[in-house]
């Protein structure tokens, strides 16, 4: 017979000593149990580990329901009033409330177990195996994926030394958020491989580890990435989907990058908007595939954009990491935001910023974003998608080196990295026409 195994997870010390606190002091109207608060807050600690760009996070209680008590929603207002949670602002027609939890309540940690006899434990069992069925049914994976998927599930980590690193984080809430994120992979039942429906890119619990605990994955790994992959996934879509521009006739001639992404992932309507945008430049700019863009795709394939971009742009006080999350910003942020009558552009800084050095591209990049701003990020994660999990981690698998995939890198045995990143560089000469640079990193030195 199967022993079941109590679920384990941390919780900050200072939350669970002053949630015991207010419980007795302003005990609820309600009748409660104290795991429900639990779970609460450790959902909400997922939520922020899979959304780390995210500073107040969505809560559904439908989903919430399911796993812990009908009235859930009491408890959200019980830690909101008592200052445990803290959330952002109503937005009708919009979007609801979002939350997260109060960082003051983040200091020091503590084990919590669910017995199985516990009533919420077979709830969340339920949850756990209902989640993996649609993941397969809606998946329908193919035998690489499902080789990929077995080679994650039986994926060992030094927990021990992973928990020892954690603990010398001076960040509280990375702390937490790291014990978390180490409590779904010691848990396998917690473990998840999916494909994102938006994007199609490969979601695990690895996708959103932190560096520094990948270094713990028990065996000799290597990681191999696309050096500056968000500038060269732009400027390869730019470049190849235009061949050529004629600033007199406006003459425009394209292709899709493949026929796979043109078709199948919805780029042709994208690709027309990209002409589209190209075409309505004035013609004093004609000399935009030939000049900047050829600049901007050079930068990439060498591996050093971000670092030649400070170069150009020649300010003493501008450093790599503002480059870094400009490109997020140019890329993934809205291009204005209305608030009643105002208008402001989020970002305003490090869009100015990325204009200064590459004005046309930029004029192109808000083009593409005018009428929606994520379709411009999506279509470029589309294209990441496809190059390393359908393509890339296709190849490997059939000559025998099963990867594991974080986005725009992929991870191999030491002793296959050689081999696997001549396939990853035959992918990209194939489709881009070009070989990037890539880092080629053992795991165990990454800090």
Partial sequence: MQVKKPIVFHLPKLFVLKLDEELIINPPSFRYQKEYFYYLIRYLTVKEIQNKNSKYFAISLTNLKRVTVS?????????????FLERDNYEVGVKAYHYKMNPEFLEGFVKFEISPTNKIYPKIIRALRLKQKNYNAKDKRPEYLRKMWLKFKTLDFDYEGARKWID?????????SYHTALDRLEDKRFRYFKRNRTNNRLDSNLTNLPKGLKKFIKGDYKQIDLANSQPYLLGQFLGQTLISYNSNTNNINTKPLCSYLNKKNGFEKFVSQTVTAISKMPQKEGSFINGELLNFNSSCLSGNFYDDFLTRLNDENVKRDDVKKMMFAVLFSKNENKIGFKRAIPFEKEKKMFAEVYPEIFWIVEQLKKYNHRNLP??????????????????????????????????VPKNDADEALKVIESVFKELFGVVPTFHNELLKSIS
């Fill in 168 to 176: 010398k984080n001076p960040s509280i809430s990375k702390k937490y």
């Fill in 71 to 83: 009235n859930i929603d009491r408890y959200v207002i019980y830690l909101e009033k008592g200052a």
């Fill in 378 to 411: 999506i279509s470029l994660q589309k294209m990441e998608a496809y190059v390393f999990i359908d393509y890339i981690a296709l190849k490997l698998v059939e000559i025998g080196i099963v990867p594991l995939t974080i986005h725009d890198s992929i991870l």
